[in-house]
């Protein structure tokens, strides 16, 4: 069987100050995720005047943390914490079946980015110029023991309690964002499984103020059960270039 990064060419990518090789690759990391379903007005005024929208599940929003400790990349060692919301295109059905089974498969639904801050500039650097993501550079601790501990700068703590449940095949990560005005679409092939968990034990504390933490409280994150979790300690991904999908704003 072929190694998920035997056939990968790479192309430099000019940036402000030097350049990034493309398609970034993740050789080794960890990842947790975590799902809420929360009221959906706060999304909706997150997503105002866009040509997307939250993607509702009986009603509410989904709505996502998750944290990275990046061991080996082709942009060095980093830390990385993002919070999104499950969108689709107004105007759009995509199907959460479809969306189970291959999450690439519809180009009508994605992640939007709502914040995504990280502990180095170079991956600041990338992240804003090429894709438009919504990075900051800010202090990161994670530890990603059994029970895994994550803490955005002065912002919010994550607690999550060890996770017990099935494991499945890694899917890969869509992403939203907004570059000059135009609605990007990028997908993140990965290449590692995951476990998953209910998210009992799960804590998550906003310890001040923040461009994270305020979209977190304003989401109706604080004090609010999570529904679903996952992890991995060997996640590898390969992360190219966004499509344009046309104009973000209606």
């Known amino acids: ?46 997503l105002a005047g866009a040509t997307i929208e939250p993607w509702p599940l009986l009603g509410r929003a989904v ?3 998750y944290a990275w400790e990046y061991r080996d990349s082709s942009v060095g060692s980093y830390g990385e914490v993002g919070l999104g919301i499950q969108a689709r295109r107004k105007g759009s059905s995509p199907s959460l079946l479809r969306l189970g089974l291959d999450m690439k498969a519809q180009e009508d639904q994605g992640i939007w980015v709502v914040s995504l801050p990280v ?8 992240g804003v110029e090429i894709w438009g993501y919504p990075k900051y550079v800010t202090p990161i601790e994670t530890r990603f023991h059994e029970t895994i501990h994550v803490r955005l700068g002065d912002e919010l703590s994550l607690e999550v309690a060890p996770i017990r449940g ?12 907004e570059k000059e005005g135009v609605l990007l679409r990028t997908v993140i092939e990965v290449d590692h499984r995951v476990r998953w ?14 461009r994270t ?23 590898r991904a390969k992360l190219p270039a966004g499509v344009a999908l046309g104009p973000i704003r209606e």
């Open 1 to 46: 069987m072929a190694d998920f990064f035997e056939d990968v060419t790479q192309t430099p990518r000019a940036l402000s100050e030097g350049s990034c090789d493309l398609p970034i690759l993740y050789r080794d990391a960890s990842i947790v995720g975590v799902f809420w379903n929360v009221d959906i007005a706060p999304a909706r005024e997150v």
């Open 63 to 65: 709505v996502a943390i």
């Open 119 to 126: 502990t180095t500039r170079d991956a600041y650097r990338a």
């Open 166 to 177: 099935p494991e499945s095949v890694g899917l890969p990560v869509v992403t939203y964002t």
């Open 197 to 210: 968990g209910l998210g009992g034990g799960t804590k998550l504390e906003i310890l001040g103020s923040g």
């Open 213 to 235: 933490a305020d979209a977190a409280k304003a989401l109706g994150l604080a004090d609010k059960r999570p529904n679903a979790v996952f992890r991995t300690d060997g996640f």
